[in-house]
């Protein structure tokens, strides 16, 4: 289905955003207005765009309700200063309920149960418990809109960041599967990175990878290959050889059962393959491909 957003509300342009482009990073700012009464919300449109300058964006976007402004907007464009906090799973209720639409003079430190801790080079509180927080300097305030759900970049150039001394090992390094990252998508929805959901694809930046469109055919167009294994296969820089030691038991057994089918025993080889590439041994389903492909 094709939906124009020319014709769509801005609730469902809203709607279908917010489950499409997810899961989204939240970035829980803090920020005071020029009486230093303190703001607390959380935001999902979010993300690190530049690393030097080091700069993240978040949006406080027009109500589509009523079209007002958030209170964050407001302090941002008065006192150019924000605390981005980074939301583990240990704090997701808490900065929900600091999501509600307080009045003014409310502190959602309060409300939500925050401990403020003060930060060393900007005016808005760190909020204690998260174990991430960035000081930023705002450094401009580009609104995209005047219409309902108009967002409001908030562009934030890093000072510095807080990381807990438990995230970094002995080289001071981070390991994602220590840190339960909580993003958000569409609705009520949100996710945690854990380490059940997290996998690793090795970076092709070694060498070129060949590209699918190098692949023998026979293993471009299998029926049982799919766009991962291909795309694993094609990360090689060019075919590699057969090598004359390689030994497989299960290899063996497929050839010498499906010696008088070799259509059958092709699709048993792409099936072993395939197995393989799921475990990441991308080597030795080469291997076994060539075999098919040379034989
Ligand atoms: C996880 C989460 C992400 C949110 N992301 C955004 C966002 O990116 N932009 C936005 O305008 N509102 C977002 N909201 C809603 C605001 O947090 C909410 O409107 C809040 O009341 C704004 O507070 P303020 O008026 O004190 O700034 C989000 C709410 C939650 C719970």
Redesign the pocket.
């Known amino acids: 289905m094709l939906f124009d957003f020319s014709k769509l509300s801005p609730a469902d342009r809203q709607y279908y955003l917010h489950n499409a482009v997810a899961p989204?990073p939240?970035?829980f700012?803090s920020?005071i207005d020029q009486k230093g009464n303190v703001?607390?919300?959380?935001?999902?449109?979010?993300n690190v765009f530049s690393s030097n300058p080091p700069i993240v964006i978040?949006?406080?976007?027009?109500?589509i309700r009523d079209n007002s402004?958030?209170?964050?907007?407001?302090?941002v464009s008065a006192v150019p200063e924000v605390a981005i906090n980074i939301?583990t799973l240990d704090m997701v209720q808490q900065?929900?309920l600091?999501?509600?639409?307080?009045p003014?003079e409310v502190n959602?430190f309060e409300k939500a149960g925050f401990t403020a801790t003060p930060a060393t080079r900007i005016n808005p509180p760190l909020v204690k418990e998260s174990k991430i927080q960035l000081e930023c300097a705002v450094i401009e305030v580009k609104p995209l809109g005047n219409e309902r759900g108009a967002?409001n970049l908030v562009i934030c150039e890093v000072l510095c960041m807080h990381i807990n001394d438990t995230l970094l090992d002995e080289n001071k390094k981070m390991d994602p599967r220590h840190l339960p990252l909580v993003g958000?998508l569409g609705e009520d929805w949100?996710t945690v990175v854990n380490e059940q959901n997290l996998f690793q694809v090795p970076k092709p930046n070694t060498s070129l990878g060949m590209g699918i469109d190098s692949l023998p055919s026979a293993i471009r167009t299998s029926q049982i290959l799919t766009g991962n294994d291909l795309g694993q296969l094609a990360n090689f820089a060019s075919i590699p050889p057969l090598d004359p030691a390689f030994q497989d038991p299960h290899l063996k057994q497929i050839v010498h059962y499906f010696s008088v089918n070799p259509d059958q025993m092709e699709l048993e080889i792409h099936r072993y393959a395939s197995q393989l590439l799921s475990k990441g041994e991308a080597g030795t389903a080469w291997q076994v491909l060539l075999y098919s492909v040379v034989s």
């Not at 402004?69 to 302090?75: A, G, I, Q, S, Y």
Request: glycine fraction near 2%; include cysteine; hydrophobic fraction near 35%.
């Open positions: 989204r939240i970035c700012a920020t703001n607390l919300s959380p935001f999902s449109f979010f978040f949006s406080p976007a027009r109500r402004v958030k209170h964050t907007l407001e302090n939301v900065q929900s600091a999501s509600c639409e307080f003014k959602e967002g958000r949100y």
